[in-house]
């Protein structure tokens, strides 16, 4: 026990008077005013005054109120007490910070009384911790078995370079630079509009900062020297460094660091560290060229380090679940929704609701597998307006015909949900039932939760207006956990008109098996919580799409690549030859004409033998151009060719200067060039060159004796 005078604190230990007073204090007898021990009992000043001082602020006031701890002895104002999370009301009064774990409540407020031994308290504030290493913030200095100094009591030296508090260039949540707001008592920055407040005004302190928030041992941190770039160390314990690194000046809240890549130490403070993070690992990747070799170096070295630290962690956080969590943490069961403030549920006519065409004389009347057509389209039937009445399978929701599963403990994830017998695929498994709350009332719930470091949400989507919270109230289906690879899946079903979600099975699940559903997590800033499914196809956070799975715009554009290369390919696939004459059908004497190969208003030269015919070119007198449009090869007869250009070859073109050739030959009908196989006839108009760039053919001989 240590010496605590009326306004100082002596920290010395030797032979003490306790004083038998309210304020249960203990004193040197130099330090009370006294020569001599006392005769009876001993009252120090405080007590005798009646004027107490604040244990948070320092100053005596007779509007101070006690802890409500019999052997606590500390006064706190109202104020000064609401500034510390750890308080909790007790008995009409309350129960100070000295009295609670500062790490573990940061680390779990909802129970953060778990019993994990003996705590220590801080001499000059209401600061305590557990008397271990994991507990414990770094650069405490310990001044007896349960007595400390904390490192809120760090006083920089004047002049000392790496006493400089020093803050980061860029946004802590979006990680872009700008106009920033900066922390007081470490690194940290953001832009107001990623935290969404207003501009403070004087000092302003984080949230970690504000809750207490310290480096540990062993974890693992950028560190500041000089106007060096941050370089990733270890928080070392004073009593695992050198004896020359201990030997050096420190002071209190000041802590040793090893940096990686090197056998260099410092000793620095909360203002020039803050904490490496999981993207920091998966990003050491990425790093350019340019990156000397030392420091890729260290930044491998701190990437395996906290991935092993990390493991430790989780076991050793594992253990102690087990060890001290005999059932799941407390809830109310409802069996219902519950709506909250404005929001209002949904209760359609009975003319309003479909009726579907099953019979109460089917084998399993809207069964899953059955032709129901409000079960296809997830509506649930309603019993006075299906066929099959009260025989109908289609009313698991209104019935609460659920599989039987139970609560359990995971490995390494919490409380899961597993079934107790066989499920098959396509089964209802359990409604998520809860408080359905407004976009409003779910913004309250979230900054609550990030003001008090909660990191568990139950809150699912029903629609654009209401979210379902199973948090404070639920049922089992609050516990079923997030899984890359699920055997379950989220419906939302119609039921008497309203929205209801469920949870059906997607696979065939055996019995004892965990039950797991794709939470599809949307994240708020650039956290993220890992992901422990351990599936093959894990992500490795939650929101983050599974590995396997590719986005659905990758899909839309692999399937529109695929379409167009079929069609590519069935664009191409051309027939060599036809069978029969392209205009009058049949197979004798076929004179191939192949212009597959021409590309569109460019023209090509084709003989043919032994009529002597000229198929397109631009030799004056000969011939007229030859406009391609058609890309399939085609044949015809030579007699069918003959009487068809006979009649076309006078058209007036202006490759013509002499007589056309063919005027003294016997006019025959007209067939129209387009005419194919398919029957279709386009009108005579079209065969001029010029409108349509149809071929024309000339005829440089008399035609034969018909």
């Not at 104020?79 to 910070?97: K, T, Y």
């Not at 690992?281 to 092993?308: Q, S």
């Not at 219902?336 to 009726?355: C, H, M, Y």
């Not at 027939?575 to 212009?595: A, I, M, Q």
Request: with cysteine; charged share 25%.
């Amino acid at each position: 026990m240590l010496c605590k005078p009326l306004w100082t604190v002596c920290e010395k230990t030797g032979e003490l008077l306790l004083c038998e007073g309210q304020c249960c204090g203990a004193f040197h007898l130099q330090c009370s005013g006294l020569t001599e021990p006392p005769k009876g009992k001993f009252v120090c000043q405080e007590c005798k005054s009646g004027v107490h001082t604040c244990f948070a602020c320092k100053k005596p006031g007779e509007n101070v109120r006690r802890c409500m701890i019999p052997v606590c002895g500390k006064f706190y104002h109202g104020e000064c007490i609401a500034n510390h999370a750890p308080v909790a009301p007790l008995h009409g009064g309350f129960r100070c910070s000295l009295h609670v774990c500062l790490s573990c409540f940061i680390t779990n407020p909802v129970n953060p009384s778990v019993p994990k031994g003996r705590l220590t308290r801080c001499v000059r504030c209401p600061v305590a911790y557990h008397a271990n290493d994991y507990c414990m913030a770094a650069g405490s200095v310990v001044l007896a078995n349960n007595s400390f100094l904390c490192p809120n009591h760090f006083t920089p030296r004047r002049g000392f370079r790496n006493h400089e508090h020093v803050n980061v260039s860029w946004c802590f949540v979006c990680s872009e630079g700008g106009s920033l707001l900066c922390c007081e008592s470490c690194p940290a920055a953001f832009h107001r509009e990623c935290l969404n407040i207003d501009m403070p005004e004087g000092s302003w302190f984080c949230n970690d900062c504000q809750a207490g928030k310290k480096p540990h041992y062993k974890d693992i941190l950028w560190v500041k020297v000089g106007r060096y770039r941050w370089w990733p160390a270890e928080v070392n314990h004073p009593k695992n460094i050198p004896e020359n690194i201990l030997r050096m000046r420190h002071d209190v809240g000041e802590f040793p660091v090893h940096f990686f890549g090197s056998n260099d130490y410092l000793w620095t403070y909360q203002a020039r560290v803050f904490p490496y993070m999981d993207v920091d690992t998966n990003n050491k990747e990425k790093m350019g060229k340019g990156v000397d070799v030392i420091y890729k170096k260290a930044l491998e070295e701190a990437a395996r380090r906290f991935l092993k630290l990390q493991a430790e962690k989780e076991l050793r956080q594992l253990q102690e679940d087990r060890r001290n969590d005999k059932k799941p943490p407390p809830y109310r069961h409802i069996k219902v929704n519950r709506p909250i403030g404005k929001v209002q549920f949904i209760t359609a006519d009975l003319s309003e609701i479909p009726r579907c065409n099953c019979k109460a004389s089917d084998e399993n009347p809207c069964g899953i597998d059955s032709e129901c057509i409000n079960r296809m389209l997830m509506y649930e039937c309603h019993p006075q307006v299906c066929p099959a009445g009260n025989g109908c399978l289609n009313q698991a929701f209104t019935k609460r015909q659920y599989s039987q599963v139970e609560i359990f403990r995971t490995l390494a994830r919490g409380w899961g949900l597993r079934c107790a017998h066989d499920i098959k695929k396509g089964e209802f498994v359990n409604e998520y039932v809860g408080e359905v709350i407004d976009e409003d009332e779910c913004r309250v719930r979230i900054k609550h939760a990030q003001d008090n470091d909660i990191c568990n949400f139950y809150m699912l989507t029903l629609d654009k207006d209401r979210i379902i919270d199973a948090g404070p109230k639920g049922n089992q289906a609050r516990f079923m956990n997030h899984s890359c690879r699920p055997n379950c899946e989220t419906q939302k079903w119609t039921v008497n008109g309203d929205t209801r979600v469920g949870l059906f099975t997607l696979i065939d699940v055996p019995a004892d098996t965990e039950l797991t559903f794709n939470y599809n997590l949307e994240c708020l800033g650039n956290g993220k919580t890992v992901c422990k499914c351990e599936a093959p196809n894990c992500s490795g956070f939650l929101g983050v799409r599974p590995k396997n799975n590719p986005p659905a715009d990758d899909k839309g554009r692999k399937l529109k690549k695929k379409v167009l290369a079929k069609r590519k390919n069935k664009m191409e696939v051309t027939k060599e030859r036809e069978d029969e004459c392209f205009s009058c059908g049949t197979g004798d004497r076929l004179c191939p004409v192949r212009d597959q190969a021409v590309p569109r208003s460019t023209t090509q030269t084709v003989s043919t033998s032994p009529r002597g015919l000229q198929v397109g070119g631009s030799a004056r007198g000969t011939s007229v151009t030859c406009v391609v449009r058609r890309q399939l090869p085609f044949v015809k007869c030579v007699p069918a060719l003959t009487a068809h250009c006979t009649a076309t070859a006078c058209s007036s073109s202006p490759s013509w200067t002499d007589g056309c050739p063919a005027a003294n030959t016997t006019p025959v009908d007209q067939t129209p060039w387009s005419q194919g196989r398919s029957g279709s006839t386009y009108p005579t108009s079209v065969l001029s060159h010029r409108a349509w760039g149809l071929a024309y053919w000339t005829l440089l001989t008399p035609p034969p004796p018909q």
